[in-house]
């Protein structure tokens, strides 16, 4: 078992409507360890991406409002510090990678300006020494743009963010993530917005650049096939609620919860001849009245009056934790 | 940038001549015989004649137009009837003033208002925010000239903090003309106590000119910003704990500037209307006065002439701010 | 057969009700543009039925009452006397009539002119929408002010001059707005979906692009109305516009400003209706704006 970098420990995040309150994240618990690659899954919609908002506080506190919870990192909750401690975490100790990297660069800045100002940013920085003036951090620029594999980095950094394809864009990104060294790196939904060449591409660089950093990744994505290619361990989340966490073979060889079973079997597969897709019927709950247990009641075809109560996480090994009061019957099954 | 700016100006080029084409239509849109307009209310029957000949009034349309166009570009833009100087002597002669009093105006205007409408997006649905929308919703609404009647009456007359009207106090003597400017002038020459007068009095019309487009450029700019503070890559600044001050007034300001350049644009348009309002009402020695002097004397060339420098004025303008827009904006240098 | 006829006429636009009603609840739910509302429909009040109850009309036409003449506010002059003595407080209602007709006019006009102008550029498109936006964009550049009163040196000094010299200033705002989105409209897939099945042009304008512009030639019209009162203020202020005894706000303007200082009741009633009214409109447009422009919208 890997040390713990990071415990996010029972969260219950709201967001307050005009129509009600929504009840995003129920109970979320996820760890990661140090050095660690997990993938957190889900369909659009149930709030893993807020999740991962959360951590480093991007998310804008009216209309959300963290009802309870904490999130620990090297022991320490970040759920309480003052924003000026947050900037001391924010880029050099957690960085994050967004979805779609055209509209996260400032289209008037060149991507040159805007990393060198992410690098003068950084408080610390481990592996490297700290530019002292915007020339070196330039310099450095070039250089992590070399390590993400930019092509032609000394004329590219003076290019803006229009001028270059979406990879190289997010490319750029994922420079930027590195440049404060960060212990916990969070991509979410990294290749989503870019053709499935480019995906190959990316994911690659991430892989490679998590091994060769040490970095715990934390991968955000409804794309099963992302998730098998760079973590190690997926966690499925439903509905603002987790519902599976297990290692990435366990996942695909034993799914236990109804909801992990459903989406990999509506998984085409390219040679085996099906009639039907399948598809998993019905759709997200209510979030402004949901349903008081397991949010996936009324689309399972296991669920009884039991499902009313939340399951508790049950434990097969190690390894695997499933939150379903059927898991042992479907486990079999 | 360069093929920007020769093709931006050839654009203007062009477009100066469709003003001499609108205004040559509009003087030949009053009723009545044109060349009895030039002549004016006092001429015989036989000096109409003779200036119809001289115009080349009684020659087909066409030939009107460009004997007209021919002397606009020569410089010959008729006589004032009520001045009997050339037309663009006394344009030449009056025009610093309204170039001085819209300059003050729009810098103070732009200088006021980018700022009042950070604070307003910063501090939003606070109490400076609707203090300063209140300005900015009211500053449209006011009629130019009411304020500058009402800056008149309590500030100048009531309270005597400013003077009434004029440009300098009617013994002083203006500086040494180098820009024409009176208050670059001043400065120029070293003379301080001049500077001071000619500030004083250029600050009630500048306030009364600049507070519309004040107000306009407050909304403006509050809301760009607003909108550009909800964008994502703002998010991205936000994650990699990049400054407050860099994040909005060198990120953001610079993306809710486009818009807000647009809005200066227009205003300065509406500005050079409006040095009608505020010269008559300060008796402002400008082209404006000049304007409307004509109009109420029926006196028409000036106002042909008053046109066309104003209408060439704003042509030039809104070609600077094309200009500052695609320095801005790199993604519309790539499209010309 | 018989259920097809059944269909009430709510049932078959209960779409567009439910619209509508979605948008009286957003707009009402804003502060600054009920007030805008609230001022416009003061103003429109005001209009219809003032002239008929003033305590006295005979002053909107600019009766002679020299003994009574320059009287400070007190409870029969409610706004005091101007200088032929004439009731300020019934010129300024009898004013807002004239007010409301002239922005109307240039209003209408400037609508009747540049929307089917903008529409057939947009639409229509080659050399027939860079004429239209060339010359556009010449009357455009010159300041709307400056044109007005070139035209109306040209025609001479009268409320009717100064109303078609404004109709002429705001005509090209409006093609330019219906051009951009005639535009973005013809390019959306369902023209080409409209066009396929064999629908006629004219069917496409009338059903499909004239309904979407609605929505910004609503708002526009809504801030034009205050800033064509402003532009008709002006130009009766510089003596332009309404001659005297014409009761237009800005043509009173122009006398009273001779009685400041001591006087300045004269001054001050017209030009405090002047701004109300062009608050309430700008106001109203604001509001509409939030409430119908997708882009605004919360």
């Not at chain 1, 510090?81 to 975490?89: F, N």
Request: aromatic share 8%.
């Amino acid at each position: 078992m890997k040390e713990e970098l990071l415990r996010i420990e029972s969260l219950n995040l709201n967001f307050n409507t005009f129509d009600g309150d929504l009840q995003i994240l129920d109970n979320v618990n996820i760890a990661v360890g140090r050095g660690e690659s997990v993938g957190i899954v889900g369909e659009t919609g149930c709030g893993k991406s807020l999740t991962a908002k959360s951590i480093l506080g991007l998310v804008p506190s009216p209309p959300a409002e963290i009802r309870s919870g904490r999130i620990l990192f090297e022991n320490r909750n970040l759920l309480e510090m003052s924003e000026r401690q947050m900037r001391e975490v924010r880029g050099t100790k957690i960085a994050m990678i967004f979805q779609d990297p055209m509209t996260h660069l400032n289209p008037l800045f060149t991507i040159g300006t805007q990393l060198v100002d992410v690098i003068l940013a950084n408080r610390q920085q481990e592996y490297l020494e700290k530019p002292a003036s915007r020339s070196q951090a330039r310099d450095l620029a070039v250089k992590l743009l070399e390590q993400v594999q930019l092509p032609n980095p000394e004329r590219q950094i003076d290019n803006y963010p229009h001028q270059l394809s979406g990879g190289m864009r997010q490319r750029v990104l994922i420079a930027m993530a590195l440049s404060g060294s960060p212990r916990l790196l969070i991509a979410d939904e990294p290749t989503t917005a870019l053709d499935v060449t480019i995906q190959a591409q990316i994911l690659r660089i991430i892989r490679d650049l998590q091994k060769e950093f040490g970095m715990s990744v934390i991968i955000i994505t409804h794309d099963l096939g992302v998730v098998a290619e760079l973590c190690e361990r997926a966690i499925v989340m439903y509905a603002g609620q987790v519902v599976e966490d297990a290692s990435i073979h366990e996942i695909f060889e034993n799914p236990l919860h109804p909801y992990t079973r459903g989406l990999l079997r509506a998984i085409p597969h390219p040679g085996k001849k099906e009639a039907k897709l399948h598809v998993i019927p019905g759709g997200l709950p209510n979030l402004l009245n949901p349903p008081s247990g397991c949010r996936f009641m009324e689309r399972c075809e296991h669920a009884d009056q039991q499902c009313l109560a939340f399951p508790e996480m049950k434990f097969y090994g190690e390894n695997h934790r499933v939150a379903c009061w059927y898991s042992e019957m479907t486990s079999h099954a | 940038m360069i093929k920007f700016l020769i093709k931006r100006s050839l654009l203007t080029l062009l477009m100066l001549f469709g003003l001499l084409t609108i205004t040559f239509f509009i003087s030949r849109i009053s009723p009545g015989d044109p060349a009895a307009l030039a002549a004016g209310p006092d001429a015989s029957a036989k000096m109409i004649e003779i200036i119809r000949k001289e115009y080349g009034l009684d020659r087909p349309i066409i030939e009107q137009y460009l004997i007209y166009v021919k002397k606009v570009l020569q410089g010959d833009w008729g006589k004032s009837l009520h001045s009997t100087h050339e037309v663009l002597i006394d344009l030449v002669v009056y025009f610093p003033a309204t170039f001085e009093l819209v300059l003050v105006s729009m810098s103070l205007a732009i200088v006021l208002g980018v700022p009042m409408g950070i604070t307003a997006a910063i501090f939003q649905n606070r109490f400076i925010d609707h203090f300063i929308r209140i300005i900015s919703v009211s500053g449209v609404a006011i009629p130019m000239f009411c304020l500058g009647l009402l800056l008149q009456y309590f500030v100048a007359l009531q309270l005597n903090l400013f003077p009434l009207g004029g440009q300098l106090k009617m013994m002083t003597d203006p500086p040494e003309p180098v820009t024409h400017l009176i208050l670059l002038d001043s400065l120029i020459e070293g003379n301080l106590e001049v500077f001071i007068e000619a500030l004083h009095h250029i600050s009630l019309p500048a306030l009364s000119l600049s507070f519309p487009a004040l107000a306009s450029i407050i909304r403006v700019n509050r809301s760009e910003m607003l909108e550009t503070l909800k964008q994502d890559y703002i998010v991205t600044a936000r994650a990699y704990s990049i400054s407050l001050f860099r994040t909005v007034a060198i990120y953001a300001l610079r993306n809710a500037m486009l818009p807000t350049l647009a809005i200066i644009g227009l205003r300065f348009g509406w500005m050079l209307g409006g040095t009608v309002l505020i010269e008559s009402v300060f008796d402002w020695p400008g082209i404006g006065l000049y304007a409307v002097d004509s109009v109420i004397n029926s006196d028409f060339e000036p106002i042909i002439g008053t046109t066309i420098v104003l209408g060439f004025m704003f042509m030039i303008t809104n070609l600077i701010i094309d200009l500052v827009y695609s320095y801005l904006d790199p993604r519309v240098r790539d499209q010309i | 057969m018989n259920d097809s006829k059944k269909n009430s006429w709510q049932e078959r636009h209960s779409s567009t009700l439910r619209t509508i009603a979605l948008y009286s609840r957003t707009f009402s739910r804003n502060g600054s543009a009920m007030l805008g509302l609230l001022l416009v429909l003061l103003f429109m009040l005001t209009a219809a039925i003032g002239p008929w109850i003033v305590p006295f009309p005979e002053d909107a036409q600019g009766v002679i009452h020299m003994e009574r003449k320059l009287m400070p506010p007190d409870h029969v002059h409610w706004f005091g006397t101007d200088e032929v003595g004439d009731d300020i407080f019934t010129r300024v209602i009898v004013g807002t009539r004239v007010s409301l007709q002239i922005a109307l006019i240039i209003t209408g006009i400037a609508v009747l002119i540049g929307v089917p102008l903008g529409i057939s550029a947009g639409f229509i498109g080659g050399w027939v929408q860079e004429l239209i936006m060339r010359i556009t964009d010449i009357f455009l550049s010159i300041p709307g002010l400056i044109l007005a009163i070139a035209i109306v040196g040209a025609l001479g000094p009268g409320i009717v001059n100064a109303m078609l010299a404004l109709s002429l200033v705001w005509w090209p705002g409006y093609v330019r707005l219906v051009q951009s989105k005639t535009l973005t409209i013809k390019n959306e897939l369902f023209i080409d979906a409209a066009t396929s099945i064999g629908a006629s042009k004219f069917r496409i304008i009338f059903v499909h692009i004239l309904p979407n512009c609605t929505s910004p030639i609503i708002i526009k019209v809504s801030m034009d109305m205050g800033m064509a009162i402003l532009g008709s203020a002006s130009l009766g202020f510089l003596g332009l516009g309404a001659q005297p005894p014409e009761p237009e706000w800005g043509a009173m303007i122009s006398i009273s400003r001779n009685y400041l200082p001591t006087w300045w009741w004269y001054t001050l009633f017209p030009g405090l209706a002047i701004y109300l009214t062009v608050l309430g409109f700008n106001l109203l447009g604001d509001g509409l704006r939030d409430t119908l422009d997708p882009k605004y919208r919360e």
